[in-house]
């Protein structure tokens, strides 16, 4: 069964800070990854996905995220965060057989001033 | 307006009633999801939908039943709710990605 390690529980950074959040899946075969965002008291939205092709996927608000199949990793980045950052993030995995997604337990990011 | 919408937004139940979390989805498309979010545990898939009528389980499916008997409607269905259940429950659709609901607050007292 495919699984999903996040082990950034918890990040804190300074505005500007320059972020990478872990993702690791299990996985051997043909995999679509993805990475959500959860603001604060709001529901999940999608911040990129990778199906194929360029393993480096761009996304919304300056964030990207490379795919690694040797590492299976799925590592999101983005060169300075913002205040409005602040959220979390889950990665999540389905694999090319299945629709359902598996996620990841999400990572909190605290953006401070 | 396209999109997923879940009702109610709060919900406070009594242990051992019966509660039901509605779904309704305007894209037509074929899968839905219904997750449960705890702290520490990220999102876990209760049931999910391949098509109407087609269900199967997730990763924690005992005590809850779903129904598909039309495309746009998945509803979630606490048969005797238990304190456990206490969680906010998302709604998904899927087409070439996944489409969350705002969340149902189920606090079980």
């Known amino acids: 069964a495919q699984s999903v390690s996040q082990h950034n529980h918890h990040v804190i950074l300074s505005e500007a800070a320059s972020l990478e959040l872990g993702c690791n899946y299990s996985?051997?075969?043909?995999?679509?990854l993805f990475w959500y965002v959860q603001y604060p008291g709001q529901h999940l939205q999608l911040l990129l996905k990778?199906?194929?092709?360029?393993?480096l996927v761009k996304g919304i608000k300056g964030f990207e995220a490379e795919f690694i199949k040797s590492k299976f990793s799925f590592n999101l980045r983005k060169p300075s965060v913002q205040w409005s950052d602040t959220a979390e993030y889950f990665c999540?995995?389905?694999?090319?057989?299945?629709?359902?997604?598996?996620f990841g337990t999400g990572t909190r990011l605290q953006v401070t001033l | 307006d396209a999109g997923i919408t879940q009702s109610p937004r709060y919900k406070i139940t009594e242990t051992g009633r019966q509660v039901t979390l509605m779904c309704h989805q305007t894209?037509?498309?074929?899968?839905m999801f219904w997750y449960r979010q705890d702290l520490g545990h990220g999102l876990r898939l209760i049931y999910y939908?391949?098509?109407?009528?087609?269900?199967d389980k997730g990763e924690v499916p005992d005590g809850y039943v779903v129904s598909r008997s039309k495309t746009e409607n998945f509803p979630l269905t606490l048969e005797s709710a238990t304190r456990s259940q206490t969680s906010v429950y998302f709604c998904?659709?899927?087409?070439?990605?996944?489409?969350f609901g705002q969340g149902t607050r189920l606090t079980v007292v």
């Open positions: 894209w037509s498309h074929s899968y």
């Open positions: 990778y199906f194929s092709g360029d393993p």
């Open positions: 999540a995995v389905n694999t090319g057989t299945a629709s359902k997604l598996t």
């Open positions: 998904a659709s899927r087409g070439s990605e996944a489409f």
């Open positions: 996985y051997g075969g043909t995999v679509n």
């Open positions: 939908s391949a098509a109407a009528d087609i269900t």
